[in-house]
């Protein structure tokens, strides 16, 4: 079994006068060779956008963009004619296909918004691209899938061989895996703290694991989680 903790205070960071940004992997102005992606997931991103501002016109190709909002509101508006207000309790899937062009922004002018932006590169290219909204699974305290390469899995539909799950726990409850067989897994902390192996987790850690089952996570309060199951 070989795990890598992703620190929260090693990644690497985006300051500009509206946005405050934390890469989990290699972005921007950012480099580092031991984070260039893992599997199919190639970024993750933690931004703060100040009110009234965000990401202008622009474009992607090839990519599979995840955008879950914490707090706030982030607008949507793409070449496609969707426009939408993502709030906490939704996410939403801008495949990328053979081209797109796009803008995120605050849609308040007084709030902050707080968001997580994923990127998993797809297995196939050239598609047309599209877009999904859903609402969060409603936790139980166990994984809820989220998305997933096959169709009808999941509330979306991505275009890699990945299945992302989202649990919300209570402190002390303990938060099992599934079998590594064949595969390889990363965790992205999102909210409280747990333990792992005695190992404490917080807030923008990341931990991946390749080629075995995880142990389990301790939640010390009460938090939140993403599971990245991907293929090897």
């Known amino acids: 079994m070989s795990i890598l903790i992703h ?15 934390f890469h989990s992997f290699s972005f921007g102005g950012f480099r580092d060779p031991m984070r260039m992606g893992f599997g199919a997931l190639r970024v993750i991103n933690e931004d703060w956008i100040i009110p009234g501002a965000g990401f202008g016109r622009h474009d992607h190709a090839e990519m599979d963009i995840l955008t879950i909002v914490l707090s706030g509101g982030l607008r949507h508006e793409d070449s496609l004619g969707n426009a939408a207000v993502i709030t906490p309790g939704e996410v939403q899937l801008m495949q990328a296909g053979s081209g797109i062009a796009h803008s995120e922004k605050n849609a308040s002018d007084t709030q902050t918004v707080h968001l997580l932006q994923i990127w998993l590169i797809p297995d196939r290219t050239g598609d047309a691209p599209r877009y999904q909204s859903a609402a969060l699974p409603q936790g139980d305290g166990s994984w809820q899938v989220l998305a997933s390469g096959v169709e009808g899995a999941a509330p979306l539909h991505l275009w ?18 599934p079998d590594g067989k064949n595969r390889q897994f990363f965790v992205q902390m999102v909210a409280g703290s747990a333990l792992m192996q005695g190992e404490k987790l917080v807030e923008g850690d990341g931990l991946q694991v390749t080629r075995d089952t995880l142990p389990a996570l301790e939640w010390q309060s009460d938090g939140q989680a993403l599971l990245f199951d991907l293929a090897l």
Request: aromatic share 6%.
């Open 7 to 21: 620190d929260r205070m090693n990644r690497g960071r985006t300051q500009r006068g509206w946005l405050d940004s």
């Open 160 to 177: 890699s061989d990945t299945r992302v799950s989202i649990v919300s726990a209570q402190a002390g409850a303990v938060t099992t895996f």
